[in-house]
Structure formats: C-alpha cells, structure tokens
C-alpha cells in the first residue's frame, strides 16, 4: 500500500518532483474535479460542430493547457484569499478505467468476498489522495466558499440525525460537485446491532439522501470506522458497491495517521468532520488551511474519490 517512509533529501526531492509535475500540469492540460478547465472558446467550439469542444479540451492540447492554466491562476489568487501557505497541486485527469478495489488485507470478514470492499487507500501511482468529510454537524457556510473557490474536491458521508436541521446547506455543497454518501441513520456502533437494525440504519439512509438529492449513494462508511460481517452484507443489500473508511484524519491543528512512518501515500484516504469550535481547536476553514499544508508539503494533490471508486 505505502511508498515507505521518505525523510530528509528523499522527502525534500519527491517535493520537487510533484511541484515540477504540477507545473508541467499547468502546461500540458492536467487537472480534474471541480478544478477543471473552462469551456474553451476557440474556433472548433465557437462554430458548434458535434464534439468539437470536447475535442478541443483533450489534454495535450493548447486549448486545455491553457484552460489549466487559467484556473490554477484561479486557485493561487484563492490560496491567497483563503491563508493557504502555498497553492494546492494540480491533480492529473481521472483514469479512463476506475482501478480494481478489494479490502484491505488485516480488514476483511468471513465470508466477505463478494462484499462491499473495505480499504483505506485506493490503489493509483499518481501522486494523489482524496479528503472525505463525515457526520454533518456543522454546517459553516465560508467552507462551502472555501472549497469552491480554491476548487479542491471532497467527498460527504452523512448521517441524518445530524443534518435534519439544515438539509439545504448540503444540498448546496452537491449543486457545487461534492458527491453525498451514506454515513447511516443515527451513527451508531455498527458490530452491537443484529443485522436488521444495521440493515435499517444503513438503507434508511438511502432512502433518505435518495429522497432528498436525488441520488441513492453506492459508497458507504461505517461509523467510527467499525463494521462486521452484517454490515456489509446489509451495506450490498442497501445497494453499497463499497466501504472507504481511512487512512489518516484532519484537525486544524495536527493529522493523526494509521501508518507506520505517519506519512500520505498514492492514494491514501482522508478523513476529517464537519466540526467547529464546540468540538476542535478552530473552523472548518483552519481545518482545511492545515490538511492541505500537508497535502501539498508532501507533494499531492487532492482528487475526487467518486472517479476512482
């Protein structure tokens, strides 16, 4: 799964090597999620013929490397605004073929192989990692700026308990991009409930974020990252294609890490909350100013998970 550990020069030379990358991004047309190119407004767009402009927009080409470049331009001025230390990374495009997920090896169920997967990091050689946020307790509305406008993808898992007095606010962050999954019902410890009240607590959920943003999730993550045998098997029930849960977490002030050597690796999962004040030492934005320090000082970008899972 991991790279291994890098310290000192190794560190400081895989560094620059992903900022050289993100330049050449910049460059050559890579980017992804909401940080994608603009519609381009050459020739082969502006006279309409069919699939010219998505023609014109195939990285490689000038229209898109200067899309890119528009918006990571963009980005720098939000980094600015927003009291970032540096410019998030571009991400290259999405793979063509998403790759193949299984459970994570020390993580599976007896009986499991035709479950949902559980995995804390999706396996990808790019320099890439995906930042999922859960529960919904906090509903800050400069996050949803925030992220708009530095264009940084982040994938939901809610839970409905939380989000009932503000429904809108999340319908607002799926118009912006962000995909809603499925955190349960009531977030509870899933491996102290029979099956059938797991099977409520999980399809519930998807009957509720179906009912109301119009799409039943295929990504779940069980609360506090614990799970049985049941709950997958209830998750497949539901309609669950998979389970990320982690590997590491974001506060505005530290990362806590599951690995050895407390390092991110291609394709390491991220989680941080909808939290605030009332329960950490700072907002959702300080949050965000701290993982993507991280992020970025390693030499990774952030993708959107849903394009790889």
């Not at 895989?14 to 190119?37: D, K, N, T």
Request: aromatic fraction near 8%; charge should be neutral; glycine fraction near 8%.
């Amino acid at each position: 799964m991991a790279e291994g550990m890098m310290k000192g020069g190794r560190r400081s030379r895989a560094v620059l090597a992903a900022l050289l990358f993100a330049a050449i991004a910049s460059g050559c047309g890579l980017e992804s999620g909401p940080a994608g190119p603009a519609p381009a407004k050459g020739d082969a767009a502006k006279h309409g013929r069919p699939g010219a402009q998505a023609e014109a927009l195939k990285p490689g080409t000038p229209a898109y490397a200067e899309s890119v470049r528009r918006a990571q331009a963009e980005r720098a001025v939000a980094a600015k605004k927003w009291g970032l230390a540096t410019t998030p990374l571009a991400a290259p495009p999405p793979p063509a073929v998403k790759p193949t997920i299984t459970t994570r090896q020390g993580f599976e169920v007896e009986g499991g192989e035709d479950l949902p997967p559980i995995f804390t990091t999706v396996p990808v050689k790019d320099r890439v990692v995906f930042l999922t946020m859960d529960d919904g307790a906090e509903k800050d509305p400069e996050l949803l700026r925030m992220m708009s406008e530095l264009k940084i993808p982040y994938s939901a898992f809610l839970s409905d308990y939380v989000i009932t007095d503000n429904y809108d606010y999340f319908k607002q962050m799926q118009d912006r991009g962000v995909t809603l999954n499925n955190h349960t019902i009531n977030h509870r410890y899933m491996p102290g409930l029979s099956y059938d009240e797991q099977k409520r607590e999980i399809c519930d959920q998807q009957d509720k974020i179906e009912q109301r943003y119009g799409k039943r999730p295929t990504l779940f993550r069980p609360p506090y990252g614990n799970y049985n045998g049941d709950t997958l098997r209830a998750a497949k029930e539901c309609g669950v294609k998979a389970a990320p849960i982690w590997a590491s977490e974001a506060y505005p002030d530290h990362m806590e890490w599951r690995e050895w050597d407390e390092d991110l690796h291609p394709g390491d999962i991220i989680l941080t909350h909808f939290r605030g004040p009332n329960d950490w030492k700072g907002t959702m934005p300080d949050m965000i100013r701290n993982v993507m320090k991280t992020i970025t000082d390693r030499g990774y970008a952030v993708a959107k998970l849903e394009d790889y899972v």
